[in-house]
Every structure is written in C-alpha cells, then in structure tokens.
C-alpha cells in the first residue's frame, strides 16, 4: 500500500484529473454540436414537410370542373347546313369546390379529333378575346358572329364568355375565376380543324383537357352528332 501511495505523487493525480476535464469537456461540445445538428435538421425537415402539405393540399383542392359544352353549326343564309361541321365551341367550366383562384391566362385548353391534337391558350393583348362580362350585354346570344367576336380567334386562341363573376376578378387582362364564377371558353374549331371540312366534322370522336397552372385538369370528351340538322348542340 505504501508502495502504491509512492507511485502516485500529487502531480500525478492532477495530471490524471485535468486530462478527465479535458475529455469531459470534449465530449460536452461533441454532444453539443450533435444537438445543434439534429435541431437544425428538424427544422428544415419541418419547413419542407409544412410546404409540401400546403402545396399538396392546394393541388388537391384546386381544379376546373367542366360543366356543359355547345357547339354550332356552320349554316349558310338559306339554313342548309354547311360541310355538315361544327365550326364554333364552347366549353362551360368553374371552380370546383374549396378550389383556390385560377388565372386562365395561364390555362391551356389541349384539344384533338384523332386525326389532329392542339393546344390553345389566352391572349390577353387583344381586348376582343374577351368577348362580354354580362349576360345581358350580348342578350344572351352565344353564337352570334356580330355581337360576339368568333372570328378574331386563331387556331391557337381561346376567348372567354362570363356567366358569373359577382366580385367582378374576372378581366381582359386578368381572367381570375374564383368561387361562384363559370365561364364559357370559346373556340373557332374552322381555324383549328380546316382540313376536317371547316370544322369539327360528323361522327367525330372530340377529347381534350382543361389545364390550369395548378391543380386538377377538367377533362372532357364527346362525339358529334351523325346528323347536324339543327344550328345549336348540347354535346357535353
């Protein structure tokens, strides 16, 4: 015993002892630095999990819903039925439900008849695509070639016919549609379809989609009449 109190003289014991503070503190800012890590991870991970959430709930709840779509037959001023063609549509869509505003200036309307595929989108430069805010300013007259302007829109253009918009978001400039509003899109399928016969023609199979910048498509398809004896048609 005596040997063993020799051996360990007072400067060893502090040597042992500052060498156990000194580890002691290494491992506290290693425990530290761990913990600051970790903290700052979850963070992160907490910030991108509340933005993937908002943004999978908004792409959830937003969408367009088609709701009807028209067509009109191209007659001559006789009432014969011209080329047996569908040469103007429009396609009757809102919001669904809890959805967020949708910019249609950003909307793409894809379109085909099998034999052809388009894609067709808004020009705000151009007043004239927007065709009318109210009812009761175009009387109610959809297809009409002078009230309205169906003869401005290209093969790549759509116009905008309001049927509802009671806070007023929707504009030439700024066609925002939000709760309560329904809007007519409007096409000139004689630009769209000229080799078809000036037109979408008889038996034609139609499929396209309705494409905001966010959220659900409003998908839509239908077939043309074998017979196109009337001027207007409910083919949605």
Same mark, same amino acid.
């Given at each position: ?10 400067? +060893? ?8 503070? @000194? ?8 425990? !530290? ?6 903290? $700052? ?17 908004? *792409?959830?709840?937003? &969408? @367009? ?13 006789? !009432?014969?039925?011209?080329?047996? #063609? ?27 008849? !099998? ?25 109610? $007259? ?21 049927? #509802?918009?009671? =806070? #007023?978001? @929707? ?8 709760? !309560? ?13 000229? +080799?078809?016969? =000036? ?8 499929? &396209?989609?309705?494409?905001? *910048? ?15 004896? =009337? ?6």
């Amino acid at each position: 015993m005596r040997k063993l109190c020799k051996i360990l003289k007072e400067e +060893d014991v502090g040597s042992i002892g500052i060498g156990a503070m @000194i580890v002691f503190i290494a491992m506290v800012l290693v425990a !530290g630095i761990a913990a600051s890590v970790l903290v $700052q991870t979850a963070n992160t991970l907490e910030i991108q999990a509340m933005n993937t959430g908002e943004e999978t709930t908004s *792409e959830v709840s937003t &969408g @367009i819903a088609v709701f009807d779509i028209e067509g009109h037959v191209n007659k001559t001023s006789t !009432g014969a039925t011209k080329s047996n #063609s569908v040469n103007w549509l429009t396609i009757s869509i809102k919001p669904r439900a809890g959805s967020n505003d949708i910019d249609l200036k950003t909307t793409v309307i894809e379109l085909s008849n !099998g034999a052809k595929k388009t894609l067709l989108s808004y020009n705000s430069s151009n007043s004239t695509y927007i065709f009318n805010t109210t009812v009761n300013s175009w009387n109610g $007259q959809i297809f009409s070639s002078y009230t309205m302007g169906w003869g401005n829109l290209s093969k790549e253009d759509f116009g905008i016919l309001v049927l #509802s918009d009671a =806070d #007023s978001s @929707i504009s030439a400039s700024t066609p925002v549609i939000n709760r !309560g509003d329904a809007v007519m899109l409007c096409m000139n399928c004689t630009n769209i379809f000229p +080799d078809t016969t =000036d037109g979408l023609k008889t038996r034609d199979n139609v499929w &396209g989609q309705v494409i905001p *910048e966010e959220g659900s498509f409003g998908v839509f398809s239908f077939r043309v009449p074998s017979s196109l004896s =009337d001027t207007v048609y409910d083919l949605y």
